[in-house]
Antibody, heavy 130, light 108 residues
Framework: QPQLQESGPGLVKPSETLSLTCTVS??????????WGWIRQPPGKAPEWLGT???????YHNPSLKSRVSISVDTSKNQFSLKLTSVTAADTAVYYC??????????????????????WGQGTLVTVSS | SYVLTQPPSVSVAPGQAARITCEGK??????VHWYQQKPGQAPVLVIH???DRPSGIPERFSGFNSGNTATLTISRVEAEDEADYYC???????????FGGGTKLAVL
């Protein structure tokens, strides 16, 4: 299993841009099977999917945040990144990166495009405050 | 948008079976994934695609989904199973991934 590690500022001011990087080790991000995702979890709440990227650059976005979220991949550094613009206090959360598997053939018929998240990084708390 | 509904909490005595449900429209047609999250830790995948157990996950974890309900069953619950559990699906109607609200499993 690869290991994933998030990095970036733990404090961001309102209206500014949150930027995080996920470094993948013990495995290549150039993998024709797997995708790479960002998930966040506000304190005491359920996880929320932000977006998923393939090594080639193909991206699946959460439409509720699409206009504010940008995800990119740097295969030379074995990293992928998240940018979230115009942050507010509501964006305060633990941000996780995770590897995402393909869908099972059993569910391709039903239009599923991606599978489960495994493994996850340890997460990084980002607080939005002035 | 697609909604997954989980009970906020489930309590069970050690050695008994715990069943955690996740309700959603026609969830039986979807690949349901379950995660265990202990305080201060990242979620860990315990069941994927409804009933498949990843390597390293104890056999006491199992899953089944049919109709509008997916169920995670932990047989012979141990104290170490106390955690929050989340279900997760891909909604093919909207191409959005959704998590349930989570269930806190208390081992009495």
């Amino acid at each position: 299993q690869p290991q994933l590690q998030e990095s970036g500022p733990g404090l961001v001011k309102p209206s500014e841009t949150l930027s995080l990087t996920c470094t993948v080790s013990s495995g290549s991000i150039i993998n024709t099977t797997y995708y790479w995702g960002w998930i966040r979890q506000p304190p005491g709440k359920a996880p929320e999917w932000l977006g998923t990227i393939y090594y080639s650059g193909s991206i699946y976005h959460n439409p509720s945040l699409k206009s504010r979220v940008s995800i990119s991949v740097d295969t030379s550094k074995n990293q992928f990144s998240l940018k979230l613009t115009s942050v507010t206090a509501a964006d305060t959360a633990v941000y996780y990166c995770a590897r995402q598997g393909p869908p099972s053939e059993r569910f391709l018929w039903f239009g599923e495009l991606l599978g489960s998240f495994d493994p996850w990084g340890q997460g990084t708390l980002v607080t939005v405050s002035s | 948008s697609y909604v997954l509904t989980q009970p906020p909490s489930v309590s069970v005595a050690p050695g008994q079976a715990a069943r955690i449900t996740c309700e959603g429209k026609n969830i039986g047609d979807k690949g349901v994934h379950w995660y265990q999250q202990k305080p201060g830790q990242a979620p860990v995948l315990v069941i994927h695609f409804g009933g498949d157990r990843p390597s390293g996950i104890p056999e006491r974890f199992s899953g089944f989904n049919s109709g509008n309900t997916a169920t995670l069953t932990i047989s012979r619950v141990e104290a170490e199973d106390e955690a929050d559990y989340y279900c997760h699906i891909w909604d093919s109607d909207s191409d959005v991934q959704v998590f349930g609200g989570g269930t806190k499993l208390a081992v009495l």
